[in-house]
């Protein structure tokens, strides 16, 4: 059984910056890539980033390139979503996802676990 529990998420205001961990269980974390996506109100769930299984390969959305930086800690079983210069935008809940496989990936289909979410707030 895996298990995926976000936290870090909070109100911030525009130009800050907040980290957001992922606590997985399961004794395979560290054979699959991982990923962060986030949904706004009324609008779909989206990509954000994602790292593969050994930390080698990462992606990011091209609108949060430069200020996001996803990291994992295989020996703890967390992955990491460092935030900067967050701006209104950024406000979504967030999502951390488990791979189907060892590699990065954007799309969301390719994550067959997902936590309950992060609430991330940005004010202006």
């Known amino acids: 059984q895996v298990q995926l529990v976000e936290s870090g998420g909070g109100l911030v205001q525009a130009g800050g910056s907040l980290r957001l961990s992922c606590a997985a269980s399961?004794?395979?974390?560290?054979?699959?890539?991982m990923g962060w996506f986030r949904q706004a109100p009324g609008k779909e769930r989206e990509f954000v980033a994602c790292i593969s299984w050994s930390g080698g390969s990462t992606y990011y959305a091209d609108s949060v390139k430069g200020r996001f930086t996803i990291s994992r800690d295989n020996a703890k079983k967390m992955v990491y979503l460092q935030m900067n210069s967050l701006k209104p935008e950024d406000t979504a809940v967030y999502y951390c996802?488990?791979?189907?496989?060892?590699?990065?990936?954007?799309?969301?289909?390719?994550?067959?676990?997902w936590g309950q979410g992060t609430q991330v707030t940005v004010s202006s």
């Open positions: 996802a488990r791979g189907r496989a060892s590699y990065a990936s954007r799309e969301r289909d390719n994550y067959d676990y």
């Open positions: 399961g004794r395979t974390f560290s054979s699959y890539g």
